[in-house]
């Protein structure tokens, strides 16, 4: 077998970068290839301009750059802002047999490239990605509803070191198997010596589920993951979410041929909202492997009948994310902290947290102790200070992105009564001062008791958080434990002056499978991760049955063929 692995200029092109990498994710040590400031400084001054220009040329125009992918003649497209104007534009419907013939067609010339060249092509197809992440940014905001800073960083920069990490684990993954051995096994009369050679072969065509709300930071790692290791991808973008995806796309294929391979490597699977094409393209036989990104309905369903189908599935579904408050030495840094957290994307994160215990007799601070009611008063107090003044309350709550999401804001009195608890804080509508027709709620909250867990054991998605009294700081932790076990969650969250109690803490985070922040209250925030040092989810609670990006995340993805033979 002859490879290029040793050959391709993108290796020497990109060796650097993959060593530097593979070093930050063995030591799990601060790294960023992607700067994440949107400031003229770090991209050019005429950048920003040039990406909305970009982003405004799409809309209303057919998406002509996809145009080469097998189709089937009809055009799709179902986009409206968050901030109100439709974006009208129209992706070519895949062909879908003709689709999976060609990425198969794909697949031989790429596995037999190597793993090295494949990372390397991989950083070329991110570092491109990178160039347009303005374009990118105007998309995602109008196609998520975050705010602009935010869709610029987390959908451009902090996507982009994801998909990084997701290259570099994989080419780890499969660095650990030898090309080639000498086998030998002692014996009276000498040696048995064998040539085995190992082969990594991809699983087959990879397909990618995105979503609204995230649309690439959620996407890139199963896209490069599966890439790196071999195998064609289709993506297929939500409905609502095209344009972020539909460029991500039209970049790869782009240097997928410049770099002398096919661009059915890479193909967009757009549809109508409400086609279910989804479901189709999972029951392919073509299909190897999924990755999904959504709602628990049809995650769900993905991991039961996708397996059964043979499926490799990784989903990142719903949770109810915790904090747990027992006491604080710096009362208004865990305020402000919480107040930013729960404010970000109007709560409409994975990451964001929902349910906060306290005991109901109260916590103590370093401004004195705090009944839960006065606690609740403090962080509603908070809440407000933080976003009082619209034009700066935008750029941190974006919009809201379906009417799902606007009903619970919109409605706060009358989803406290339907659940039993009380309004501490009432959402309150923002006006957008760029685009009037976006609905912009702020955070609110509602208490409950702890023994209404009917209450706060779903994900309540958007601006909505439940302050729940409980009898002790024990039982906290025990509901925190016991909700994350059954209904899942991304992130859980302390504050605790006490040792034993961060202790405590601790045990339960391990016993439910979720990753603990504790005392948070300066700059960094629950809602946050960090490639190549926080792995995001754990694959151990319901909310997700995989991490980004562990050895699991990659290491299926790919299979190992043996050739022996005596020498």
């Not at 290839?33 to 220009?53: L, N, Q």
């Not at 596995?111 to 197809?125: F, H």
Request: hydrophobic share 40%; proline share 6%; aromatic share 8%.
């Amino acid at each position: 077998m002859t490879t290029t692995a040793t050959v391709h200029p993108l290796i020497g092109k990109h060796r650097e970068t993959l060593e530097e990498a593979k070093a930050a994710l063995a030591g799990r040590t601060y790294y960023s290839r992607y700067p994440e400031s949107p400031s003229p400084r770090v991209y050019g001054e005429t950048a920003a301009s040039e990406g909305k220009t970009a982003f405004e040329g799409r809309l209303t125009e057919g998406f002509t750059a996809l145009a080469d992918q097998p189709g089937d003649g009809r055009t799709v497209g179902s986009e409206v802002s968050p901030y109100g104007p439709e974006l009208r534009v129209g992706y070519p419907h895949l062909d879908v047999p003709a689709a999976m013939a060609a990425a198969q067609a794909a697949m031989p010339v790429w596995r037999d490239a190597g793993a090295l060249t494949r990372a390397a092509v991989c950083v070329e197809i991110i570092d491109a990605i990178n160039q347009r992440s303005f374009e990118i940014a105007n998309a995602v905001m109008h196609t998520s509803g975050q705010p602009f800073v935010m869709s610029f960083q987390a959908a451009g920069p902090n996507a982009q070191d994801r998909a990084l990490e997701a290259v570099v684990a994989a080419l780890v993954e499969q660095e650990r198997v030898p090309e080639s051995v000498v086998w030998e096994k002692p014996g009276k009369k000498g040696p048995l010596r064998m040539q085995k050679d190992y082969r990594i072969v991809p699983r087959g065509v990879a397909l990618v589920i995105g979503c609204n709300t995230f649309p690439t930071w959620n996407a890139y790692p199963g896209i490069f993951a599966s890439l790196a290791t071999g195998n064609p991808v289709v993506v297929k973008p939500h409905p609502r979410a095209v344009l972020p995806l539909a460029i991500t796309v039209e970049v790869a294929r782009d240097v997928l041929a410049q770099a002398g391979f096919d661009r059915a490597l890479v193909q967009l699977a757009a549809e109508d909202d409400g086609e279910g094409l989804a479901k189709d393209l999972v029951e392919r036989p073509e299909v190897a492997i999924v990755d999904y990104t959504g709602g628990p309905g049809f995650g769900g369903w993905l991991e039961r009948e996708g397996a059964a189908l043979g499926k490799l599935v990784y989903t990142e579904k719903a949770g109810v994310n915790t904090i747990v408050v027992d006491s604080t030495d710096n009362l208004r840094g865990l305020l402000g902290n919480l107040a930013f957290s729960l404010s970000l994307y109007s709560g409409q994160m994975c990451t964001a947290p929902q349910n906060v215990y306290l005991p109901r007799d109260g916590v103590d601070t370093d401004e004195g102790r705090l009944t839960f009611e006065e606690f609740g008063h403090h962080l509603g107090e908070a809440l407000t200070a933080f976003n009082a003044d619209d034009a700066k309350a935008v750029e941190v709550l974006g919009a809201t992105v379906n009417d799902d999401v606007r009903a619970r804001a919109t409605d706060l009195p009358g989803l406290a009564q339907r659940l039993g608890g009380d309004v501490v804080l009432d959402t309150r509508a923002v006006s957008h001062p760029t685009y009037p027709d976006a609905v912009v709620r702020t955070p609110g909250l509602v208490s409950v008791d702890v023994a209404n867990d009917t209450a706060y054991t779903q994900e309540c998605f958007g601006p909505v958080s439940f302050l729940i009294s409980t009898d002790s700081t024990g039982q906290s932790l025990e509901r925190m434990r016991d909700t994350i076990r059954e209904h899942g969650a991304m992130t859980a969250s302390v504050y605790s002056t006490s040792e034993p109690v961060l202790e405590d803490a601790r045990e339960a985070a391990a016993d439910a499978g979720v990753a603990l922040s504790e005392n948070l209250t300066a700059g960094v925030f629950v809602n946050q991760t960090a490639a190549f040092s926080d792995y995001h989810g754990t694959g151990a609670n319901p909310a997700a049955n995989a991490a980004y990006t562990d050895a699991a995340f990659v290491a299926n993805r790919f299979r190992v063929i043996t050739s022996r033979r005596h020498i």
